[in-house]
């Protein structure tokens, strides 16, 4: 299958400080990637919509100008988490689909302090 | 809206015993239906795919339209089962998302 890879796999960040989460598809090309949020021993929240060569859309509820989201190539969608508090720390999970079926990424736990 | 349900946040069974983890959904279109695996640690990995009717780790799972549902089910659950499954709906639109329901730890004890 088609994998999907993130780095970093965890970062600890001080409040008020911004992280980069990279999401890489290694085997395939992707122009359109997903970012999800999950809460511990919670389900997968859809946060935005990465296309390549555009602006993402984001869900309903989401501050797009706090998870700043950038699709520069076929193969690497970058989220960055601006100004991060400690409600920010969450497991953060990006997806590609391909043949139909969808891969993810091993996730990234961001911790806040 | 559409909405993927899954009723029981928990079920926990004996090796052994069959099990049907339920999932039903809402949307008036032609919907594709997943069901996602995620062991302890492990990323999100498919389990099966309502288009591509096959068995895998002995789990099936039927589309009924008529119900709406995509329940998933095996008939001697092993110890190994043990995970958190997802059912997903996916809008058979490019570029959309998947769209979870809540997900269903299972527990399977010896």
């Known amino acids: 299958g088609a994998v999907v890879s993130q780095h970093p796999s965890w970062v600890i960040c001080k409040s008020g400080t911004s992280v980069k989460i990279e999401c890489r598809s290694l085997d395939f090309q992707a122009t359109t990637m997903f970012w999800y949020r999950q809460f511990p021993k919670q389900s997968l929240m859809l946060m935005a919509t990465s296309n390549e060569g555009s602006k993402a859309t984001y869900e309903q509820g989401v501050e797009k100008d706090k998870f700043l989201i950038n699709h520069a190539s076929l193969t690497l969608s970058t989220l960055t988490v601006t100004s991060a508090h400690p409600e920010d720390s969450s497991f953060y999970i990006c997806s590609a689909r391909v043949a139909g079926v969808f891969f993810f990424g091993p996730g990234t736990r961001l911790t806040v302090l | 809206a559409q909405r993927v349900t899954q009723p029981e946040k928990l079920l926990s069974v004996f090796k052994g015993a069959p099990v049907e983890l339920k999932c039903n959904y809402s949307?008036?279109?032609?919907?594709?239906l997943f069901w996602y695996v995620q062991y302890s640690r492990q990323r999100l990995q498919l389990l099966l795919r309502?288009?591509s009717r096959e068995s895998i780790k002995g789990f099936t799972a039927d589309l009924n339209k008529g119900e709406t549902s995509f329940h998933l089910k095996k008939p001697f659950a092993q110890e190994e089962d043990s995970a958190m499954y997802y059912c997903a709906l996916s809008l058979n639109q490019a570029g959309t998302a998947l769209i979870f329901g809540k997900g269903t730890t299972l527990s399977v004890s010896s």
């Open positions: 949307y008036s279109g032609s919907p594709e």
């Open positions: 309502h288009i």
